[in-house]
């Protein structure tokens, strides 16, 4: 029962930090459907933990009063399920999105302080029946491994803080500015995603930059799209039927233009924000088309916004295979943008791209040395926002290169990274992030260390007096006997009212017939018994 709680507990845990990232989980199983499966997996695990956690305290609670907790089959199955469900879960978790564990990992950063006082309060409160327990056993071995694994645990818990380390822990005015805000597609809760309706809605709220994703079409024109296909995104199936599956990059422009690009967000409702729209924008999201790059850049160049992209190589036998970055450059040319507004992040013929267009300024997708960042004359890196440390970025932060991380949405993850120094984030939720003034959890060295200490000396004094109390009441002192007393044969102790019932006191024995046994009972009277 205790394993099953403990996976229980570390899947709630889990999957609680990664609503960050549920949009990408339920993307993976997108089936021409959207469907929120991360919401079926948090609440099966909710209440699985939730059912755990209430046989936990029963037996808690019996084992208080010297019984056992007997379990009818069906609680017995139950548990059994609970841990195949949660160990299966873990090990699915672990080798198909191990990149979310260090997300797991991180959060301790920020939940860490309390999660021990939590701690610290259940092991408190679970001192009241452990002390009644220990006060009652009569064999000296049992007493000193009763209590030995108590106090370990306690003392384990009380010290946990000389471990914990968070960049968010520091001291008044060391906290550097607020990272710049970059809508992921634009403002993808608000708008159909890589529309220019999705940008627009990014400037409106304040957003400092727009993300987005490049397609060459058939004909040289790039234009915003994320997947490969058309599929999701469009309404293909209806316009050209029997094409979903085509690579998007096959079709011309004068076809693409004839796709809407919105109805599915308002069909889908993929972050369940639909609710939020305004009848006008309703109305708006539900006539959005494929965007081009050209009316991206415009929009951008409008507002001073910055501009960063993925750029995708066309499939093999595409008229432009071979010359999408010149197709990519010539567009951002024709559109008279700065050209210190355009992140550049594509590898491919990057000296040329310098050469040619030395106003870029150039990102780097994922981790690399300083010193080859520094000879390629790269000055940003782009990288998930779990994968840098605060030494790390401090480190590239002291060679002039910025960081920008992705795909932060969770205002407590953004506390995080602004704590850890990091320069810009880029985000499906700018509004949210843009009201944020301070992190959400921020302390100075001297905060946290009292509100450590005062907590684990708050316990333990909780913890003494609850032991004396339960001492003195089962056993009394010399100087001050207990009310309650073994001597002369009676024994009168605190009960449930279902252990009145069965009470046994030596000074009124109860004769009990040959073949009367609390066996042969009904087991829904047997104490204990669930």
Partial sequence: ?????????????????????YNDFDWNFYRDRWFPWSAVVLGVTVTFFTYIAILLVLAICLLSES????????????????????????????????????????????????????????????????????????????????????????????????????????????????????GHRGAPMLAPENTLMSFEKTIELGGDGLETDVTISLDGVPFLLHDPTLKRTTDIEEVFPGNQSVNAAFFPWHQLAQLNAGKWFLEDNPFGTKRLLSATDTWKAGRQGLCK???????????????????????????????????????????????????????????????????????????????????????????????????????????????????????????????????????????????LRRPCFLLTPSQYKAMWISSDVVSAVLVLLIFIFHWWRENGFACHPSVK??????????????????????????AIQPGNTAASLPTSVVPGHV
């Fill in 485 to 510: 007393r073994r001597d002369k044969g009676i024994y009168s102790k605190f009960r449930t009212e279902m252990n009145n019932v069965w009470s046994v006191s030596e000074a009124e024995p109860i």
């Fill in 293 to 435: 790059l050209a009316d991206l850049l415009a929009l951008a160049a409008a507002h001073s916004k910055l501009v960063i992209f993925d750029l995708y190589r066309p499939p093999r036998s595409h008229p432009y295979r071979d010359s999408f970055i010149k197709q990519t450059i010539s567009a951002i040319q024709d559109s008279g943008i700065n050209q210190n507004l355009i992140l550049w992040l594509p590898n491919p013929l990057r000296p040329i791209v310098q050469q040619k267009m030395p106003g870029f300024i150039h990102i780097y997708g994922g981790k690399q040395p300083v010193r080859d960042l520094q000879m390629d004359r790269i000055t940003r890196l782009n990288v998930r926002y779990s994968e840098l440390s605060h030494t790390e970025i401090m480190m590239y932060s002291a060679a002039n290169i910025s960081t920008n991380l992705y795909v932060v949405t969770e205002p407590w993850i953004f506390s995080l990274v602004w704590c850890s120094g990091a320069h810009s984030v880029i985000t499906n939720d700018p509004q949210r992030l843009r009201e």
């Fill in 67 to 182: 019984q056992r907790l007997y379990l009818f089959w069906g609680h017995k199955i139950g548990i059994v399920l609970v841990f195949a469900f949660s160990a299966v879960a873990i090990g699915f978790l672990y080798s198909q999105w191990r990149e979310e564990w260090n997300t797991f990992i991180i959060s301790f950063q920020v939940t860490a302080p309390y999660l021990h006082i939590g701690g610290v309060a259940v092991l408190t409160a679970l001192s009241w029946p452990v002390a009644q327990h220990f006060s009652k056993m009569t064999g000296k071995v049992a007493r000193v491994i009763t209590l030995g694994l108590y106090l370990a645990a306690l003392l384990f818990l009380y010290l946990v803080p000389l471990g914990m380390y968070s960049s968010c822990i520091k001291e008044k005015g060391t906290l550097g500015p607020k990272p710049a805000i970059i």
């Fill in 1 to 21: 029962l205790i394993l099953t709680f403990g996976l229980a507990f570390v899947l709630l845990y889990f999957w609680s930090e990664a609503k960050n990232d």
